[in-house]
């Protein structure tokens, strides 16, 4: 069956870089379309990156534009977020998702066919 583990999540403070990794298993990985998402505490899921298939085209919410970097290499089966200058309320649960029907992935979280179980990123400041 399909599964996609996050990895990567913890503490870290205000200011710093942390990487999370998305393994996927399952599914043929290049076919889809791939994005990350976050949830804080008492608020609705966001759209945070999209990558396409080929991981030539991406595409950020505006409150991590410039900060966080989202990437894919389809030979390990595995897409990365990269990010920097953390901040406080960057605090959420990351999900990273899988969509199989467009090319480009989307921003809406119900596009999305398959999802991992979220990783937890603190930043403390």
């Known amino acids: 069956q399909v599964q996609l583990v996050e990895s990567g999540g913890g503490l870290v403070q205000a200011g710093g870089s942390h990487r999370l990794s998305c393994a996927a298993s399952g599914l043929t990985f290049s076919t889809y379309a791939m994005g990350w998402f976050r949830q804080a505490p008492g608020k609705e899921r966001e759209f945070v990156a999209a990558?396409?298939?080929?991981?030539?085209?991406?595409y950020y919410a505006d409150s991590v534009k410039g900060r966080f970097t989202i990437s894919r290499d389809n030979a390990k089966n595995t897409l990365y977020l990269q990010m920097n200058s953390l901040k406080p309320e960057d605090t959420a649960v990351y999900y990273c998702?899988?969509?199989?029907?467009?090319?480009?992935?989307?921003?809406?979280?119900?596009?999305?066919?398959?999802w991992g179980q979220g990783t937890r990123v603190t930043v403390s400041s």
């Open positions: 990558t396409n298939r080929n991981g030539g085209y991406t």
């Open positions: 998702a899988a969509d199989g029907s467009r090319y480009s992935g989307s921003t809406n979280s119900r596009e999305y066919d398959y």
